[in-house]
């Protein structure tokens, strides 16, 4: 299960109600109950996808701890999606991390923080586990090219794979999924075998064979049932070709794409200046894209500041619903337009039950109000 928190929409620029783009992605473990699940409200896992200026002051209006932050990916060096990154890194410092940290960027963001930490005398007292975008993708004698695996404990599993896509300076999409495994005991069957409750169960439960101490041998496979629960979203950078990320979406719950512009917004900008192509998607174009796809679920974000945050079609203000109508034109999934601060929920392990709407991604609120 993963929740999404959006702590920036706006592109380019920001606006009094958007800041500029990054994207956090808390990894949750249902499996987790009582004590253990409220306390992992302030220590789970999660990712930051983006970090656009002001990411930190954003992460301020949440529960986000940077002590839980696990990795960072950067989808491409535009400022509007990196600026953010070493005053970020700098306060995780001040705040005492030590932990190791995994950034996942192109390598010119490597040129950056190695320009700042000179320039600024910034001392960071973790480790950055820089990864190449380009050697991850491209090396030669990479076995697994463009994916990444994290361990985030002994019940989940995290692996992120890389996507090329489309834009004025290489840009990428970024896939993440989650896998959750889960040992149950069947006591049942134990009971049925003349095996009462003992210390025996959780060492069975843990995976370990168990001889008796009359000499039974007891296989951890013939009593534990294995459960993997497996939940996907993949988040693309700036983009103008959907199209690139067709075989990305295999099995994915959740799509987060960039909508710069309505179409005839998009189309007008190109005609005016047939020289410079901004290389953005339009919500219409995303929306046909996710709509050929069959894809149930849909999170457009990214929007141009020359877009107001209310929602009035009849308004000659350009506006939150000349894009949705926009995606809506083409698109018939579940559509939303992300806010700064808004959450959202992805269980890959919701049935869906045909001729239902796909109920596995949920709007749970804004970050501000659950603070």
Known sequence: ?????????????????????????????????GSNQQQSKKSRPWLLIDCGEGTQQQLLH??????????????????????????????????????????????????????VILATELHLPFAIDFMAIEDLLYQPNNENKGQ???????????????????????SYGFGI???????????????????????????????EDVITEDGKQLRAADY?????????VVVAGDNDMPSLLASALQDTD???????????????????????????SSAQRVGKFAQDMSL???????????YQRFDNPDSTTPNMAHIRLDA??????????????????????VEVVEGQADSRVQYVGSARDSK
């Open 62 to 115: 949440t529960k986000l701890s940077l002590h839980q932050l696990t990795a960072i990916c950067i989808t491409h060096v535009h400022g509007d999606h990196c600026y953010g990154l070493p005053g970020l890194l700098a306060s995780a410092a001040m705040s005492g991390r030590t932990a190791p940290l995994i950034l996942i960027a192109p390598k010119a963001i490597s040129k950056l923080l190695d320009a």
């Open 254 to 280: 959740l799509l987060v794409h960039e909508a710069t512009y309505t179409n005839e917004v998009l189309t007008k900008i190109q005609a005016k200046n047939p020289d410079f192509d901004p290389m953005h």
């Open 1 to 33: 299960m993963l929740q999404l928190t959006f702590l920036g929409t706006s592109a380019g620029v920001p606006t009094k109600q958007r800041n500029v783009t990054a994207l956090a992605i808390e990894c949750l473990n249902p499996y987790l109950s």
């Open 224 to 232: 534990v049932d294995n459960d993997e629960q497996r939940t996907r």
């Open 328 to 349: 809506k034109s083409v698109y018939h999934g579940n559509l939303w337009l992300a806010a700064d601060f808004a959450q959202y929920r992805v269980d890959g392990a």
């Open 296 to 306: 149930p679920n849909l999170i457009l974000t990214h929007f141009s500041a020359r």
């Open 177 to 207: 999924t989650q896998t959750i495994s889960r040992r149950t005991l069947n006591t049942d069957k134990l009971l049925a075998a003349g095996i009462p409750a003992s210390k025996v169960w959780g060492r069975l439960q843990q995976g």
């Open 148 to 170: 990444v695996s994290i361990s985030l404990d002994k019940q989940q599993q995290l692996a992120i794979d890389i996507h090329p896509l489309s834009h004025r300076v290489p």
